[in-house]
């Protein structure tokens, strides 16, 4: 009977930019349309996190960092006041329409 060793690899956490250049060319080629579709966000204890992907050799199994711009102007974006502070409500809105056809009650309503 013969006895299987295994062999645990090394995890290692490392930024692209550190990875010797063979091994940077060997994460584009495992990557060739980039790294959006298996980039996985990670949460460190004191609340960062970083963006990585995996990347395994036959010894290290690695969890590459990924230098991610974040749009923090999309926040402030969407919070900005797009409608001028002179718009008219929809009672001020009745009020203009029924001044213009000259009757007090559109269509619409009824008094019941």
Known sequence: MATQTTTRKKH???SYH???AELQEAVKEKYPLGFTD???RVDKPN???FYAVPFDTDEVAYLVKIDVK???NAQEEDDKDYYDDDLK???ELQ???SSESGSSQ???DVDI
């Open 18 to 20: 550190n990875l010797p």
């Open 106 to 108: 559109s269509d619409d």
């Open 70 to 72: 974040i749009d923090d």
């Open 95 to 97: 009020g203009d329409d």
């Open 38 to 40: 298996a980039m996985m």
């Open 89 to 91: 409500g929809a009672d």
């Open 12 to 14: 290692i956490v490392t």
């Open 47 to 49: 609340g960062d996190f």
